[in-house]
């Protein structure tokens, strides 16, 4: 059921566009994928996604496992109807918040143990359990159980995190090969620190897999942003042309131009909906900051040229004096504009891409930089 | 501009149902007003409270007056377009939360002055303040500056206060007069704490001052049920008939019914708001705890037969998951629930005066409950 079809290249770059199926219905790619942790996009509502552009969500396969677990999933047949969400979802493998949120993660022969950052409670994610919960899930997109190294990583470190990596691959497409379910795609994800050659080797035999789709993981994690892209251009070019590839937790706007640029489809990140929560404001002309006292009496909308919600209805003023009195709506109508920015953004390189005019996109979006 | 007709009354009962004329529009009685302390209702959108069928909000001038303050307001020329409500304001005059949040609240010869419980600074709340500020907040409706008793206050102390507010009731319709301006309209507040002669002779008082409607202060503080009504009931009959009767920050369903039947028209109470964040919705059952493990797998929402938002596309698993996950959209989802419930329980009220049946409303709302 799922497929990708690219659809433009850019004559300049390694950009391109193109369109996934899947189970819950097409993706056009390049594609920003809003993050929802727990079932929600922090403090919107499905239909606020659509308004903004979006047409995939991340749901966290560590986070829904252990809450509110597969018991209550599985009443609902998966995360799309228990969150009114009936659009695509792609589900990260548990694996980078093992490593990062619970506690004593210990590699085991089958897979990872560890304690619930929620009770201390026991369990084991393994290659073959984590595409099993991805399953109850119902994610129209999966992802391989990997272990990502912290920046910076040794080479040494780097091999050993990426070898367990590609055996963990290796037991998730058996796990998933032997479900002989295809409505469910399944990604490989390159690691290899920010080693390009680590990444070559992992990009190459990760490809002789043959998954549904390729994402690079273990990026933008603190290294130097010349190094992020030396590492993901060099394991990009070696992934499979006619399936779609995925940068995982990247990034800024900009990092968003120069990746796809190397050939990236797919991105997720929770800058837009963190930074709303906490007063930061993407726009055109850059970051606003909304506590600044520069925005007190200020009638306009933080971009007078967006069409989100937030921008239609509501001044900097306004927004200015819900989040400086904590107001809950505040969350909401940064978050809004965030989402539909970055959705929005990604969307214009699309079009750009399409039009073949992806240099001269970039050069404007650097022009109307003031902030 | 602002007008009161009584459209139907009850054979049964006081209660009546009427039509209140604003600058702002119509606003049906009787009406529950939900609370918009900071210039938003906590957590949802003013096209969310027009789906909840609200047609009149609260704002409170005390903190508004803190927090933007007059300058940011008055770029908006008023409370309306800075929240992008553009449907009837009540305000308050500040004088319940400068005695009950405030710091030092200190009765002088020219009103209250006190310190912001913010950041400590000095300020002087006087009836002719209390009125230019809800000038400049461009309240539909204003309310004279009172000093409202705890329970349980003493006679003397009951009656003290009372003269203070019926002297601040003097200056407040001053102030107002000399504005010469009246698309603002203004109501005087009944005090006089559970002392029925006391809040006998301050009705009395107040009614020859003859103000836009009537309000009054100092209920649901404490005191029991049947004091509170015995006191509503010693004030109301005592009002003018052709002018709206407001019941402040009152209450319970149940107590809405009483005290409709004691012909009241309009409340304002927190409940809705502030139980939807603690996790309490209110159903035509009775009042649901969503963090009653019995809701875990529950495919239902809330109230099947509740038309909301919330009820129409969530479960009681999702809202309990949303909740227990500290999710920022549990708040608003069960805000919009509650307010819903609220706004369309007090319409009902009006829709059964209207019918000449509210003691049938009223023995199938009692034979409907049963958490």
Redesign the interface.
């Known amino acids: 059921m799922f497929k990708f079809k690219v659809v433009a290249e850019s004559t300049q770059t390694r950009a391109r566009a193109g369109v996934i199926q899947t189970a819950h219905g097409p993706v056009e790619t390049p594609v920003f994928m809003p993050v929802g942790t ?3 996009v ?4 499905p239909e606020e996604l659509v308004a903004c552009g979006a047409q995939i969500i991340l749901g966290n396969t560590y986070h829904l496992y252990l ?2 677990g597969r ?2 999933i599985s ?2 047949h998966g995360l799309h109807r ?3 969400w009936h659009h695509p979802i792609l589900t990260d493998s548990g694996g980078f918040q093992v490593f990062s949120l619970a506690k004593l993660a210990r590699i085991t022969p089958e897979g990872v143990a560890f304690q619930s950052h929620i009770d201390g409670s026991s369990h084991l994610l393994t290659p073959e359990t984590s595409i099993e919960i991805q399953g109850w899930l119902d994610a129209d997109i999966m992802m391989c159980l990997d272990q990502c190294t912290a920046y910076p990583a040794s080479f040494e470190e780097a091999r050993k995190a990426d070898d367990i990596t590609f055996e963990w691959a290796r037991r998730c497409k058996g796990a998933w090969t032997s479900t002989g379910d295809e409505h469910q795609a399944l990604f490989g994800i390159v690691q290899g620190g920010v080693h390009p050659e680590l990444r070559r080797t992992s990009a190459q035999r990760l490809a002789d897999l043959d998954f549904s789709g390729y994402a690079l993981g273990g990026l933008s994690v603190g290294e130097p942003l010349d190094r992020m892209l030396d590492t993901a251009g060099a394991a990009l070019p070696l992934l499979p042309r006619e399936k779609p590839k995925y940068i995982m937790g990247v990034g800024r706007p900009e990092d968003l131009i120069d990746l796809v640029c190397l050939g990236a489809d797919m991105f997720d990140c929770v800058l837009p909906t963190r930074n709303a929560r906490n007063g930061q404001l993407f726009t055109a002309r850059g970051t606003i900051t909304i506590t600044n006292a520069w925005y ?2 200020d ?1 306009d909308p933080p971009d007078k040229a967006c069409t989100c919600y937030t921008c239609r ?3 900097l ?2 927004l ?3 989040f ?2 904590r ?3 505040a ?2 109508l940064n978050t809004i504009h965030n989402v539909h920015y970055f959705v929005h953004f990604v969307r214009q390189l699309r079009e750009a891409i399409m039009a073949d005019e992806f240099e001269s996109f970039k050069k404007r979006f650097y022009e109307n930089r003031e902030i």
Not at 42 to 45: A, C, E, G, P, V
């Open positions: 727990l079932g929600s922090k403090s919107i509502t809450r509110p018991d209550v009443r609902f228990f969150m009114n007190r009496q009638p209805n509501y001044s003023a306004y200015r004096h819900l400086l009195a107001e809950l709506l969350y909401r």
